[in-house]
């Protein structure tokens, strides 16, 4: 079993920058590949990036050279980094966790965290 809390969304203007944690439970997390998902109101979950047990990450386009994805195994911690943020970024913010390896689907995660909530003010 994995139980998984985020932390980190607030309020911020456009151009800023948060930084969300997800801190993890269980004994293999090293092996496991974390990602973030996000959700705005009346939108679908989408992918926003991933990082496998190896530390190689994946980016949706829309974050891709703003928002960074990284890993600390000792502390059981996956950061996303969020730089020159959007209006549209604004979102609740998932982070994920599953055994399985490579470019997984949400509907592919077993687990999951309750997110936080990132909010882009003009």
């Known amino acids: 079993q994995v139980q998984l809390v985020e932390s980190g969304g607030g309020l911020v203007q456009a151009g800023g920058s948060l930084r969300l944690s997800c801190a993890a439970s269980?004994?293999?997390?090293?092996?496991?590949?974390m990602a973030w998902f996000r959700q705005a109101p009346g939108k679908e979950r989408e992918f926003v990036a991933s990082?496998?047990?190896?530390?190689?990450?994946a980016y949706a386009a829309s974050v891709k050279g703003r928002f960074t994805i990284s890993r600390d195994n000792a502390k059981k911690t996956v950061l996303l980094q969020m730089n020159s943020l959007k209006l549209n970024d604004t979102a609740l913010y998932y982070c994920?966790?599953?055994?399985?390896?490579?470019?997984?689907?949400?509907?592919?995660?077993?687990?999951w965290g309750q997110g936080t909530q990132v909010t882009v003010s003009s």
């Open positions: 990082i496998a047990w190896n530390s190689n990450t």
């Open positions: 994920a966790a599953d055994p399985k390896q490579g470019l997984l689907p949400a509907s592919a995660f077993g687990y």
């Open positions: 269980g004994r293999t997390f090293s092996i496991y590949t």
